[in-house]
Each structure stands twice: as C-alpha cells, then as structure tokens.
C-alpha cells in the first residue's frame, strides 16, 4: 500500500509518498485501515493503526520501503521515471540524481517507487470516475485555465479522489470538486473586485 509519510532526511520538512506491503510484518495480518493525520510539523501524513497491536515505527517503515524500491531495480525505477517525464540519471555506484531548477540531488529508490505508484493510483482513481465527477472535473478545469492554474486529480491517503492546484494547495493538502470550485469561484470574484 501507498502511504505519505514525513521525509526526515536531510533535515527536510517535506512528505514522501512510499510503498510497504498490506500486512503486519511481525503477524501477517492486514494494516491499517489508513486515515490521515498531522505530523509533528503539521503535514498531512497518513496515519493507521494495526488491528493486530503491533505498531509500525517510523525508522522500519523507512528501511522496508527501500527494501522493496531496491527489490524492483533502480535502474528500472530510474527508466520508469524517466519515461514518464522525471528528469533523473544514475550512477555508476547506483545513487539516483533527480535534476530540477534548484540543482541536483540525491534521491531515494524508496521515494521514487512511490512516486511511480503514486502515478498508477492516481490514473486508476481517475479511470473510476463517475460520469457526473468527470463532468465537474472538466468544469473545474476550465475555472483553473481561466486563474492558469494547474489542476491534478489525486487520491487521497482516504482513497478519496481530490483535486490539487498549484493555486490552492500550497500546504499539500487536497480538495473535494466542489471545495475546489468554490474555492475558485471565491478567488475569481476577489481577483474580479481587486481589477
Ligand atoms: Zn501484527
């Protein structure tokens, strides 16, 4: 399962989104269920507690999700990556480098494996939309090119479907179609009022 997890490396403030399996991995039992929470810096992060009683530390859910990034191949992460757009490469020594406007960095396999994952559950979610949410999504859309903002489907830790802008969600966190559009629909007036 996918889950969004603070990224204390680095002394970074930022969120990961990475993958550990279904089950307890003391008992074998299922995890979760999966709801959101706060972390101690106030991110939304996904929080779950296990019906067996065997808590998931942060530092082992760290090493199992890279455990399984490495068992998938950074060299296939990396091309998977690529191929859909990311700008990356890969050493010699096998340490990705995700290359962007603020320079080069050191990126992890575990990240990355859940970014791509993150990329399916997303196109999955988007696939299972209902005719009426597809309809308010492209209304939505349309309010977003007249802000130019960027609006992205996106399933939440919930598995609830919500619409991220580059306008709205600074914070990461996500909207519903209709908090989206109202949120749009109040900017426009206070942009109208403003001109
Ligand atoms: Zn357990």
Same mark, same amino acid.
């Given at each position: 399962?996918?889950?969004? =997890?603070?990224?204390?490396?680095?002394?970074? *403030?930022?969120?990961?989104?990475?993958?550990? &399996?279904?089950?307890?991995?003391?008992?074998?039992?299922?995890?979760?269920?999966?709801?959101?929470?706060? #972390?101690?810096?106030?991110?939304?992060?996904?929080?779950?507690?296990?019906? #067996?009683?065997?808590?998931?530390?942060?530092?082992?859910?760290?090493?199992?999700?890279?455990?399984? /990034?490495?068992?998938?191949? *950074?060299? /296939? @992460?990396?091309? &998977? /990556?690529?191929?859909?757009?990311?700008?990356?490469?890969?050493?010699?020594?096998?340490?990705?480098?995700?290359?962007?406007?603020? %320079?080069?960095?050191?990126?992890?396999? $575990?990240?990355? @494996?859940?970014?791509?994952?993150?990329?399916? /559950? =997303?196109?999955? &979610?988007?696939?299972? +939309?209902?005719?009426?949410?597809? $309809?308010?999504?492209?209304?939505?859309?349309?309010?977003?090119?007249? +802000?130019?903002?960027?609006?992205?489907? $996106?399933?939440?830790?919930?598995?609830?479907?919500?619409?991220?802008?580059?306008?709205?969600?600074?914070? %990461?966190?996500?909207?519903?179609?209709?908090? +989206?559009?109202t949120e749009m629909l109040s900017a426009i007036?206070?942009?109208?009022?403003?001109?």
């Amino acid at each position: 399962m996918l889950v969004t =997890i603070p990224d204390r490396r680095n002394n970074s *403030y930022s969120r990961v989104v990475v993958e550990i &399996a279904d089950t307890c991995p003391v008992c074998g039992g299922p995890r979760g269920p999966l709801s959101a929470g706060q #972390c101690r810096e106030g991110d939304i992060v996904s929080v779950w507690h296990n019906e #067996c009683g065997h808590k998931d530390l942060y530092d082992d859910v760290i090493r199992e999700a890279e455990g399984r /990034a490495s068992a998938y191949g *950074y060299a /296939a @992460l990396v091309d &998977a /990556a690529v191929a859909r757009g990311a700008d990356l490469t890969l050493s010699a020594s096998g340490k990705i480098f995700c290359h962007d406007e603020e %320079g080069t960095h050191q990126m992890s396999a $575990a990240w990355l @494996l859940g970014w791509l994952r993150w990329g399916d /559950a =997303i196109a999955d &979610a988007y696939d299972a +939309l209902t005719d009426d949410e597809r $309809a308010q999504l492209e209304h939505a859309e349309r309010l977003a090119e007249d +802000l130019d903002v960027t609006v992205v489907p $996106a399933v939440g830790v919930d598995g609830v479907v919500r619409w991220h802008s580059d306008y709205f969600s600074s914070t %990461g966190s996500g909207y519903s179609i209709v908090e +989206l559009e109202t949120e749009m629909l109040s900017a426009i007036c206070e942009l109208q009022q403003v001109a």
